[in-house]
C-alpha cells in the first residue's frame, strides 16, 4: 500500500506514464499481429488441379473449370496444383491443401502452444529476474524469430519458428500488463486494458496484408517494426514495486526520482522509509528464504479458488476470441476486410471499458460482456439454421463482430481484475497462470472452425455456450474497484490455509505524503 502512495503523490498517470505507454505498450501492436499472423498467413488461395497429361490450358478456361478443382487421389489423373496470384500463404508455400491441409491448423496450436510455455516461463522470469530484463530479451527474441521465419525452407522450420515466436509473444503479453500497472495510480487502473494498442495492432496487420500479401514480407516487415522500440531500454526503469519487495531499496528510489523528474512534482520526504517497510515486511513473509512459484498462487482456499475460475474463464475467453479471429476467412466477404473489422470493433468497447471498470466493477462489466456475447453467438447458430445461405452472409458477419466486441470487452476487464488480485510479489505469476491457460483455450481455437464444410451452427453453440458459463462463473468473483494493489502476501497463514492480513499500524497508515 506504500508504494501506491508514493505512485500518487508523484502523480499517477503523467509524462512518464506517458513514456511506459509508448515503450511497454507500444509493442503490444507487433504482438498482436505476430500472434494473428495465421489469420493470414494460413489461409489457402484458389487454386486447380490441371493434368499434367493435358493439352495447353489457359488460365481463365481453368479458373472456370470446377472439376479441374479436385485434390488429387490415386484414381485420378495426375496434376499440377496451380494457385491464384492474387496472395502467397504457408498453404501455397508448401502445398498444405487436401489431405496436408490439417497441417495449418497444426501450425496454429503449435504456435499457441509456444505462448503457453512463454507465459509460463515470463511470469516466473518476471518475478524471479525482473519485469525489465524479461520484458526486453523477449522483445529482441521476437524480432529475430520472426526475421528467422521468414526464410523458412520447409513447414516444419516454420513450425519451429512460429512456436518460438509464440514463446516471445506468451512472455510479453505477462510482462507488459502488470509491468505499466505497477507505475499508474489508482484510479487510473482501468486504461491499461481501455487503450486499444492490440486492436490497432490487428488492424495495421490487416492493412499490411492486404498491400504486400505474402507470408514471408510480413514476417520481415513486423521484424523491422520492432526496432524502435528497442530504445525503451535507455528510458524505463526497472518495476519501483519490485525492486521494493525485493529489498532493493535504493534502486527502487531512483526509479521514484526519474518519476518524479519527468512529472514535475517533488517525491515524498519519506519515501525510502516507506519503501524499507515493504521490503522489511516482505523479508518477514520470506524469512524461510523460499522464492515464490507458481504453487503460490494456489497456497490457501483464498487465493486458490480465485486463481482456478480466472484460469478457466481466460481458456474460454482466449478460444472464443481466436477461434473467431483465426475462423475469419469462414465469413462471408473479403478476408482482409473480416480481420479488419474483428479487430476495429473492440475499439469502442476497449475504449468504453475504462469508463465502465471505474463505475460498475470489473466484475460487473465482465458479465455485462458476456451476456453480449453469449447472446450473438447463439444469434449465430440461428440464422444460420434457419435462414437461406444466400441472405445470411451480412447478418451473420454483424452477429460474429458483435461476438467479438462482447469477448474483447470482458477480457479487457478480467486483465485489470487478474492482475488487482494479485500481490507484487506473486502478480506476474498469477497473470502468467491466467495468460498460460488462456493458451490452452488459443491451443483449441484453430479446430473450432476447422471442419464441417462451412456449417457455422456447432461453432457458434460452442462459442455461446462458453460465455455463458464464464458469465456465472463471474458472478463469485470478488470484484477489485477501488482496491489498492498489495504489494506482499500480507500475512501469515492460518490453519485453515487462508491467507490472514497483517494489519498496517496506525501511525504508518496515517503518514502524510
Not at 116 to 131: K, W
Not at 489 to 505: K, S
Request: with cysteine; net charge neutral.
Amino acid at each position: 500500500m506504500h508504494t501506491d502512495d508514493i505512485i500518487e503523490a508523484v502523480e499517477g498517470m503523467s509524462r512518464f506514464q506517458i513514456l511506459m505507454v509508448v515503450f511497454i505498450f507500444g509493442p503490444k501492436m507487433l504482438m498482436a499481429w505476430g500472434m494473428l499472423m495465421m489469420s493470414f498467413a494460413g489461409t489457402t488461395p484458389d487454386w486447380w488441379c490441371v493434368p499434367a497429361t493435358a493439352p495447353s490450358v489457359d488460365e481463365t478456361d481453368y479458373m472456370n473449370n470446377v472439376t479441374l478443382k479436385l485434390c488429387p487421389t490415386s484414381d485420378n489423373i495426375t496434376c499440377q496444383i496451380v494457385y491464384s496470384q492474387d496472395k502467397n500463404t504457408v498453404a501455397s508455400e508448401w502445398d498444405l491443401i487436401c489431405d496436408q491441409n490439417i497441417l495449418k491448423s497444426i501450425i496454429t496450436s503449435v504456435q499457441m502452444a509456444g505462448v503457453f510455455f512463454g507465459a509460463l516461463f515470463g511470469g516466473q522470469s518476471a518475478d524471479v529476474l525482473g519485469r525489465k530484463w524479461t520484458y526486453f530479451i523477449s522483445l529482441v527474441l521476437q524480432s529475430g524469430f520472426n526475421l528467422v521465419a521468414a526464410f523458412s525452407v520447409n513447414w516444419q522450420m516454420f513450425t519451429v519458428l512460429r512456436f518460438l515466436i509464440g514463446m516471445t509473444i506468451g512472455s510479453l503479453l505477462v510482462v507488459s500488463y502488470p509491468y505499466f500497472m505497477e507505475f499508474i495510480g489508482r484510479k487510473w487502473r482501468p486504461i491499461a486494458s481501455a487503450m486499444p494498442v492490440w486492436v490497432t495492432g490487428v488492424c495495421v496487420f490487416a492493412l499490411s496484408s492486404w498491400l504486400r500479401p505474402d507470408w514471408s514480407h510480413q514476417h520481415i516487415i513486423l521484424a523491422a517494426l520492432h526496432l524502435p522500440f528497442f530504445a525503451g531500454w535507455f528510458f524505463v526503469p526497472e518495476s519501483m514495486r519490485w525492486l521494493a519487495v525485493k529489498g532493493r531499496t535504493d534502486e527502487a528510489e531512483k526509479v521514484v526520482d526519474q518519476m518524479s523528474r519527468y512529472n514535475k512534482r517533488q517525491k515524498p520526504t519519506n519515501t525510502l522509509q516507506l519503501l524499507k517497510q515493504v521490503a522489511e515486511e516482505e523479508q518477514k513473509l520470506r524469512a524461510s528464504g523460499s522464492r515464490y512459484t507458481y504453487l503460490d498462487i494456489y497456497r490457501g482456499w483464498s487465493i486458490c479458488w480465485k486463481s482456478l475460475v480466472i484460469q478457466f474463464i481466460w481458456m474460454c475467453m482466449s478460444l472464443v476470441y481466436y477461434g473467431i479471429s483465426f475462423g475469419a476467412v469462414r465469413l462471408a466477404g473479403n478476408l482482409y476486410l473480416n480481420i479488419f473489422l474483428l479487430a476495429v470493433v473492440e475499439v469502442p468497447t476497449t475504449v468504453l471499458t475504462f469508463f465502465t471498470n471505474n463505475k460498475f466493477g470489473r466484475k460487473w462489466t465482465g458479465i455485462g460482456f458476456f451476456a453480449v456475447a453469449t447472446s450473438a453467438a447463439f444469434g449465430v447458430a440461428i440464422i444460420a439454421k434457419t435462414v437461406s445461405k444466400d441472405e445470411q452472409g451480412v447478418i451473420i458477419n454483424l452477429l460474429a463482430l458483435v461476438t467479438k466486441l462482447g469477448v474483447g470487452g470482458a477480457w479487457a476487464a478480467y486483465g485489470l481484475l487478474a492482475s488487482e488480485t494479485y500481490p507484487t510479489v506473486i502478480r506476474n505469476l498469477g497473470y502468467g497462470a491466467a495468460n498460460s491457460a488462456a493458451r490452452v483455450g488459443g491451443m483449441i481455437a484453430p479446430y473450432v472452425f476447422a471442419g464441417g464444410d462451412g456449417d457455422l451452427v456447432v461453432p457458434f453453440v460452442i462459442v455461446g455456450s462458453t460465455m455463458a458459463v464464464c458469465g456465472v462463473l463471474s458472478v463469485v468473483m470478488k470484484d477489485t474497484k477501488d482496491q489498492p494493489l498489495a504489494d506482499t502476501m500480507g500475512g501469515q497463514v492460518n490453519t485453515r490455509g487462508d491467507v490472514m492480513m497483517v494489519a498496517i499500524p496506525e501511525d504508518i497508515e496515517n503518514t502524510k505524503l
